[in-house]
């Protein structure tokens, strides 16, 4: 039986969308209810894949099967395309599964030609309106189809506008639109070598190769990346009877939602114009009216539309973004589809079809896409303002919002200058943990190096501060203090503009808008946490972040950085003498002067949560990164510390490793120097202690990271173990905490079930364990990650979205052999993956207990999670987006 790749619209329906397209299942369905729909025909997705499967052809079972839903459409409408007399005409236009609005290619008017103009003369009655659709025509196929640049047509039209003095395309005669039409064709044939096609059957089929074309040109690929749109679904084709907008002043066009798109304001807007096609309208050639004036010009027809849009959305239960013609005073609905929305809307208009108990609380959680949220958590550029503002260049989007400052290359400066009360942006060719001051103090972080898991893009999020990471463009001269971008050069002190949200640098200051956490995005949230069941936490590393976190509704911390605390001013220098020190003794005078610091960080923590439970890691980074590297900052540490420079410099060169990132760091420090992660465990349980005398509930979890085998485990726990519990026999206190791991080493996961018998919980470090896993180092992986996911070797960035197939294999594996041991061992995810939707939702299907994500990604991490409950429910691991 052959295959059915042709449509008719009251053939279809709206369930049908995979096969129809988003348009086409759309348009069969308003046929279905009784709207006035233009009729035609939809050839399918799967007639495009073959399209693309078959070197680029249309088959001729294909082709067959458009003949005769053309003939069949022709006798519906009384019509014949490229008829000398009342001849039909009809639009190509593409139609996605999911809504690309402006990404893929139309044709209007298409069936014109030398012989049909004068027929439709003749139906219409109308010279100049049937001169001006040829003329539309000409240069569209051109354009979409024949790939002839659109600007030899817009020259054409503005010489005859300028020689005549009109001010607008309306403005032109039936005689001067013959003349255009002509010097169209011969574009035309200058372009391609032979006369504008008159045959309407091979102009048809020329059109659908087009359609087809264009679902693999380079904005629609764009677009299909940043909305997480499959690339193999492949675009339908629809074939519509022509209604013209343009035949007088008893037409027009228009676009308008049931809502309002920006407020979600149940409340009808929209634009249309009088006189004009579609594309008027979009294109913005003339400037459209408000659809409320459309009640005084034309009362009857928008009557008649209101009450189809209120039919549309209560049909749809949701929002609806519909365009519509109006020919000759009679109304026809072109398209419906849920319109796209600001985050505010969407969750305002989801609040209010609850409310009017048109849809329940989980189908009012599975329409917001948790990347959503982010427009409400952070501050953002003025749309207004943008217009006006000049882009600089474009790095990565590392950690959303927005940010105005001066720059400044040096983290003190950034600090002396933010204490002086200047807005301040810290750009560094990369941060490194010693620039932790300089981060908290900025409005915003530039650098021109690394990734989206870079040091600067990770901290950033932690905090909730606006990045832009590896913005190449930028040649950052810290030295010189000034930046180069062509011919450009920002000095110290300038002013630029910062989006993390879509990477873009701009030059000065851009003013500023936010959003109120408060009315339908709290009722929103309460419906989130009713019906997901996984735990959210938060990554904090002080009880500033950790209260901006419980705001946003998370249930603990799942991830504590000890070492951010080292980088305080009035600690740094005690680390620096621990790491410098010869021997144990002189080691522990050290940490007993960094103890009575870490205690109050601790307890200030502990407060924070208030009885949640606290993730607490023991120091992670190499010992290197505590101490400066250039000779100039040798020497100047050296005379602080009342010691000789080569003595310092000695310890620097010993310290230093080929790849620190598989050197002498987490468990290891630990296992060489016991007394660091004792003084550690010492100061959580004194943290603790204080915090329970002052009435809260404490719960520590405390992480030995980086264990590769279970003997490093089987090693330090005891020490860890008898310096809290020294502790809190001392203070005469009980309290309940912990012993885990953080699974980031590949051995680990294969071994899980070793580890499992000494560790009460695992912690899953996903951007480490990607890292060893891959083989790819995070901090370099930018140079080429970008040209792996443009060439399909990998679907997604591993360090943005968790690698399901192999890394996340490692997680199941570690998940399952570890709680083969401990049934109800722990388990929870920390690495950045945390607070990516999908990933949340692999970690649910996987059974973790919680993900733990930087404070301002912990309400997307809540509604992933919610999304993934309702879809185990129901079964079903895919959802429109």
Not at 112 to 123: A, F, Q, R, Y
Not at 769 to 788: N, V
Request: hydrophobic share 40%.
């Amino acid at each position: 039986m052959s295959t059915k790749f042709v449509y008719s619209f009251d053939e279809g329906n709206k369930d049908m969308r995979g096969l129809l397209g988003g348009k086409g299942a759309n348009l069969a369905e308003m046929t279905n209810i009784g709207l006035p729909v233009p009729q035609g025909f939809t050839i399918t997705t799967e007639a495009c894949n073959d399209y693309y499967e078959n070197d680029l052809k249309i088959r001729q079972e294909v082709i067959d099967q458009v003949e005769d839903k053309l003939a069949q459409l022709e006798r519906e409408q009384g019509k014949k395309l490229g008829s000398d007399n009342n001849p039909l005409l009809v639009s190509v236009r593409s139609g996605a599964v999911f809504s690309m609005p402006g990404m893929m290619d139309t044709i209007l008017n298409l069936g014109l030609n030398d012989t049909s103009v004068k027929g439709l003369i003749d139906s219409t009655k109308n010279e100049r309106f049937s001169y001006d659709s040829y003329r539309r025509f000409i240069q569209m196929f051109s354009d979409v189809a024949m790939e002839v640049p659109k600007y030899k047509f817009e020259n054409v039209l503005d010489k005859m506008k300028e020689a005549k003095g009109y001010s607008s395309d309306l403005d032109l005669t039936t005689d001067d639109l013959k003349v255009i039409v002509e010097e169209f064709k011969k574009i035309y044939k200058d372009e391609i070598g032979e006369d504008f096609p008159q045959d309407p059957k091979k102009q048809l089929m020329l059109a659908i190769e087009a359609v087809f074309r264009s679902w693999n040109n380079p904005r629609a690929i764009v677009y299909r990346k940043l909305n997480d749109i499959p690339g193999n679904l492949g675009t339908a084709v629809n074939i519509q009877s022509m209604v013209f907008g343009n035949m007088g002043m008893s037409s027009g066009t228009g676009v308008a939602f049931t809502r309002n798109p920006s407020t979600g304001e149940n409340r009808l807007f929209g634009e249309y114009l009088i006189n004009a096609q579609g594309e008027d309208v979009v294109a913005g050639i003339r400037t459209p009216q408000s659809i409320d004036t459309l009640k005084e010009e034309m009362p009857e027809m928008y009557d008649q539309f209101v009450n189809i849009t209120q039919k549309l959305e209560a049909h749809y239960k949701d929002m609806q973004d519909i365009e519509f013609t109006i020919e000759n005073g009679k109304l026809y609905i072109l398209q419906t589809r849920n319109g796209k929305r600001t985050a505010k809307a969407a969750i305002n208009v989801v609040v209010d079809l609850v409310n009017a108990g048109t849809i329940d609380k989980e189908e009012a959680i599975m329409r917001i896409e948790p990347n959503q949220l982010d427009q409400l958590l952070h501050p953002t550029f003025d749309p207004k303002a943008l217009k006006s503002a000049e882009l600089l260049a474009k790095g990565l989007p590392a950690s959303p919002g927005a940010a105005t400052g001066k720059v400044y290359f040096h983290a003190d400066d950034a600090v002396l200058h933010a204490k002086e009360g200047e807005k301040v942006l810290l750009v560094r060719q990369e941060t490194s943990p010693e620039d932790i001051e300089g981060m908290v103090s900025a409005e915003g972080i530039l650098t021109a190096r690394g990734g989206m898991t870079s040091h600067a893009a990770v901290v950033a999020r932690g905090m909730g501060k606006c990045c832009v990471a590896g913005c190449g463009e930028l040649r950052v001269d810290e030295a010189a203090r000034e930046i180069r971008c062509g011919d450009r050069i920002i000095k110290e002190g300038q002013y630029l503009s910062i989006d993390g949200s879509s990477g873009c640098v701009y030059l000065g200051s851009v003013e500023m808008t936010s959003v109120e956490l408060v009315g339908n995005f709290e009722v929103f949230m309460n419906w989130v946490d009713e019906i997901r069941d996984m735990m959210v936490r938060t990554n904090a590393d002080n009880p500033r972040d950790a209260k901006k976190a419980i705001e946003f509704g998370a249930e603990g911390i799942g991830l504590c950085r000890t070492e951010h605390m080292f980088f305080e001013e009035d600690r740094i220098p005690a680390v620096r003498e621990m790491i410098i020190a010869e021997n144990v003794e002189d080691r522990v005078k050290a940490l007993d002067k960094l103890l009575p610091f870490q205690r109050e960080d601790f307890h200030g923590i502990f407060k924070a949560m208030d009885g949640k439970p606290c993730n607490i890691r023991l120091l992670d980074p190499p010992l290197h990164e505590f101490l400066p590297h250039d000779d100039a900052s040798i020497e100047e540490l050296a005379k602080q510390m009342g010691i000789r420079p080569s003595d310092l410099k000695k310890r620097v060169v010993d310290l230093d490793e080929f790849n620190p990132m598989l050197g002498h760091r987490g468990c290891r420090l630990a296992v060489t120097y016991p007394e660091i992660c004792i003084m550690q465990a010492r100061a959580i349980a004194q943290g603790a202690v204080l915090a329970t005398k002052d009435g809260h509930k404490v719960t520590p979890e405390i992480m030995v990271p980086l264990v590769g085998h279970v003997n490093e485990l089987k090693m330090l726990r005891p020490l860890i173990e008898e310096a809290v519990n020294e502790e809190f026999e001392k203070a005469g206190v009980k309290v309940d905490y912990t012993v885990g791991t953080m699974i980031e080493i590949p051995r680990a996961c294969v071994t899980a079930d070793e580890i499992a018998e000494v560790a009460d919980f695992f912690s899953f470090g996903t951007n480490d364990l990607t890292q060893m896993g891959f083989g790819y180092s995070r901090d370099d992986a930018g140079k080429f990650l970008g040209e792996y996911v443009d060439k399909g070797i990998l679907e997604k960035d591993p360090f943005q979205v968790l690698e399901q197939k192999g890394i996340g294999r490692l997680v199941q594996m570690a998940a399952e052999l570890g709680r083969g041991v401990k049934p109800n061992l722990k388990l929870g995810i920390c690495g950045e993956h945390g607070g990516e939707p999908s990933s949340v939702e692999f970690c649910y299907n996987t059974g973790l207990n919680y993900v733990s994500c930087s404070p301002f990604r912990v309400p997307i991490a809540r509604l992933a999670a919610a999304q993934a409950t309702v879809k185990k429910r129901k079964g079903d691991s895919h959802r429109d987006k």
